[in-house]
């Protein structure tokens, strides 16, 4: 099952929204999500960043899905990787 990334911010780490996108993509059948780590350009220090990650997977096994992928987006855009084109 394919599904939207789940977003988190470097500079906040995982929200109770994050959890809440867990439990409804398990709920629905998904077996592994694509991650997709925001704002990285807003955190300096690299053992910072390697823990948001770590939390991340360790939120995602919890909910008895695997990472499919992880990318970091250090743009601090709302719209990571360009996924609906260039702004007007």
């Given amino acids: 099952m394919s599904s ?3 977003l988190v911010s470097a ?10 996108q867990l439990k409804a993509l398990a709920a629905q059948g998904a077996t ?22 770590l939390e991340v997977r360790d939120l995602v096994a ?8 992880m990318t970091r987006d250090g ?6 990787g360009g996924l609906y084109g260039p702004p007007p």
């Fill in 4 to 6: 939207d990334p789940v």
């Fill in 11 to 20: 500079a906040d780490g995982p929200l109770p929204q994050t959890v809440d």
């Fill in 32 to 53: 592994s999500v694509d991650v997709v780590i925001t704002n990285t350009d807003l955190v300096s220090d690299a053992e910072l960043l390697e823990l948001v990650e």
């Fill in 62 to 69: 919890q909910h008895g899905l695997t990472v499919g992928s």
């Fill in 75 to 80: 743009s601090g855009a709302t719209d990571p």
